[in-house]
Structure formats: C-alpha cells, structure tokens
C-alpha cells in the first residue's frame, strides 16, 4: 500500500486531497446546520434550510453546483448562505497545507480532524455563541488517545495540555467574574482549550491564549467603534481560540525560532 502511495505524483496526490477535502467541508456544513439544533448529522439528506427541498446529487458537488446554481434554490430560488462554499473551500486548503506538510502520515489524519473540529466549532459559535459538548468533550477524549499516533506529542504532553488548557482558562474566568461580577467566557471556552491542549501539547496553550486574546480585543474594539456596540458587549471568544490554534499548527515552529532569533540578536 505504502509503495503504491508513493508512485503517485505529489502534483496528482495535492489534487485528490484537495477534493478529499471539498467533500469533508461539505459535510462539515451538515454539522454546523445541524448540531446547534440537535438534529441528526446522518440522516435525512441534505435539504434546503429555507423550504426543505432535498438536494439531489448534483445540487450536492462541493463548490461547484453553488455556482451552477448562482447561489440560490432550485426549488424556492432563496438564496444559499456563502458560508457553505467558503467552510467547502477552507477544508480543501486546509487539507492541502496539512499533506505537504505531514504527507501521508497519522499526524496528517490526526490534525485534520483536529482542524475540521475548529471549523465546525468556529462556524457554530459565530453563528448561535455556543460550543457544543457533542465536539469539545470527546474532542478532549480523543486528542489523547491521538498523542500515542502523533510523534510530537507525547501523551504526558497531551494530558498536561488537557489540564493547563482548561485549569487556566477557568481561572482567568472565574477571576473575571469576581472582579467584575459578570460571565465572561462560557464553559464551553474553556472545553475547547482543553481540546486544543490535549491535541497539540501543553506548550501550544500560552501562544494560544495570548494570540487568541490579543485578536478578540483587536476585533471587540473595531466592532465596538464601528457598530457602536457597548464596553460590556460580548463577542464569541470560540473562533479566536480556534483560529490561534490553526496558527500555532501550521507556523508555531517558525514562531518560535524567529522570536529565539530575534532574542539572541539583541542580547
């Protein structure tokens, strides 16, 4: 198996697993439409949120039949979300970053499920602020059973993830709240940074938080100056966790090596 794998050009291999990766994205989609509503993601097909049309197969093709049909219904001619080819597209690109940087390999399906769950988790509380346990919880369960698979992480590494990740969000929020006497992040926040720590180690969790923090304020304080939102105003801290981790995944080595460099220069 492992011969024949390698007899595929790279160019050819790049293709399919960018298609591969199309195909997730559209299920990934079924997820972030149903998960917040506690409906199945098996079954029934998918369908039109807007008048329940069932899609058949080529309304169905990732990217392409939004296109074919200009973003709207066949049957009610109501418009389709852009959400759908962009979370289609973003699955594809993220599954062709991961393969030429893991190549065929565990690390390879170990963090492409890892980033799909940031997708789906980063869609639905944007959406409806909230992170479901369905993800999160078995999320944390499964990111350890992932570092006996992933060279990188070791399970110590994962365990500590698992325990900083979510001990030290829930510090910060519950100092928060006797502070200010009011809830900051949810609960729901501080399962998901122990998901990102059990999947990438618990050296991943400072870099997450300060970058995650450094964007959510950045972001609060444009919207709040440009909705004229209030100081108290709340946004969904889940994507920012979810998008630092993506960043520490694909560019936390070269992070870290330029801020060594960059340390040792002025000393």
Known sequence: ?????????????????????????????????????????VSPGSRCPKCGHCLSWWENVPVVSFLVLRGRCSECGEPISFQYPLVELLTGFISLFLIRRFGLSW???????FSCSMIVVTFIDL??????????????????????????????????????GGGLLYIVTWGYYLVTKRVGMGGGDIKLLAMIGAFLGWRAIPFVIFISALTGSVIGVIF??????????????????AVAA??????????????????????
């Open 107 to 113: 690390p390879f399906i170990v963090y492409f499920c």
């Open 224 to 241: 709040i100056l440009i909705k004229g939102a209030g100081r108290n105003y709340q946004i969904p801290f889940g994507p920012f966790l």
């Open 127 to 164: 959406a409806h602020r909230i992170i479901p346990d369905a993800i999160s919880l078995p999320g944390i369960l499964a990111g350890f059973a992932c570092s006996f698979l992933v060279p990188e992480i070791s399970w110590t590494d994962s365990l500590a993830g698992i325990l900083i």
């Open 246 to 267: 993506e960043i520490q995944l694909f560019f936390g080595e070269d992070i870290l090596s330029l801020y060594h460099h960059l340390f040792s220069f002025q000393s």
């Open 1 to 41: 198996m492992n011969q024949w794998l390698q007899q595929i050009p790279l160019s050819v291999l790049y293709v399919l697993v960018f298609l591969f990766g199309l195909c997730i994205g559209s299920f990934l989609n079924v997820c972030i439409c149903r998960l917040p509503e506690g409906e199945s993601i």
